[in-house]
């Protein structure tokens, strides 16, 4: 079989299954592993697929945004274990910004250790687990986004620019090497951006599953936060990332 001929068939399997293990396409394209590995390092260089453990899987749509109910379902051990690392920076008077992830959701649990802490947000979802927690809060205005429960839009925006942030903990859709931090909605990234710009320390929480991603709208580059994922799902060579941010991985 001819390498175009391959590379097809092995884009095309991948767009049916949405996720292909290694052995499976050595057995249909009846080569060896070693030039299915140099294959699929190829496509990916192509942007025609995305390498995972032991296989390979179909890019995601840039639009393509998981509701509030699938978000929090996928990765529940990893976004627990970025949380609750996560959780552990926060210091003593520190002012801190929330963003409307599910990861960041899971880091109220945690908040158990720091005294006499402020937390701004924009998530309709955080404010009942924190008034739990007796943590003095502030909601940020604009509209509600029903998706993801996130105030967005000029009033957020608004909002957002009378206070600044010790920390600041944001999800992502997407993190990539080149093309930094992304999220599918402009009014999301929006706040997201203002959130990085005015923090003195600012932080991606990301299960390693969005290492590579890329979604439509910008949040900030890549050496403007620090990334904080796991390692269960890491495909990808992180030496990609060294020299341009700091990437915390727990276990």
Same mark, same amino acid.
């Given at each position: ?52 453990? #032991? ?45 409307? #992830? ?71 859709? #997407? ?77």
């Amino acid at each position: 079989m001819l390498t175009p001929e391959r590379h097809k068939l092995i884009v095309d399997l991948v767009k049916e299954k949405n996720v292909v293990k290694i052995q499976e396409l050595v057995e249909v394209t009846n080569s060896s592993e070693s030039t299915i590995r140099r294959d699929l390092t190829l496509l990916e260089d192509e942007k025609q697929v995305k390498r995972i453990h #032991g296989g390979a899987a179909k890019l995601k749509g840039k639009l393509i945004e998981p509701d509030l109910i699938e978000k929090s379902a996928a990765n529940l051990l990893a976004k627990k274990l970025i949380a609750k690392h996560a959780a552990s920076l926060i210091e003593n008077g520190d002012s801190i910004f929330l963003d409307a #992830g599910t990861t960041t959701l899971q880091m109220v649990p945690y908040l158990t250790n720091a005294e006499n802490i402020v937390v701004v947000t924009n998530s309709i979802s955080l404010i009942q687990p924190l008034i739990e927690k007796n943590i003095k809060t502030f909601l940020i205005g604009g509209y509600i986004k029903p998706r993801t429960a996130a105030m967005v839009g000029r009033g957020a925006i608004e909002g957002i620019k009378n206070y600044r942030f010790d920390k600041a903990f944001l999800g992502a859709n #997407g993190i990539h090497h080149e093309l930094g931090y992304t999220t599918p909605d402009p009014d999301e990234a929006n706040i997201k951006r203002f959130a990085v710009s005015l923090s003195r320390e600012p932080f991606i929480l990301a299960d390693s599953s969005k290492l590579g991603e890329v979604s439509f709208s910008n949040i900030a580059d890549l050496e403007e936060a620090v990334i904080i994922t796991d390692e269960e799902n890491i495909s990808i060579d992180l030496e990609s990332y060294q020299g341009k941010t700091e990437i915390k991985v727990v276990k």
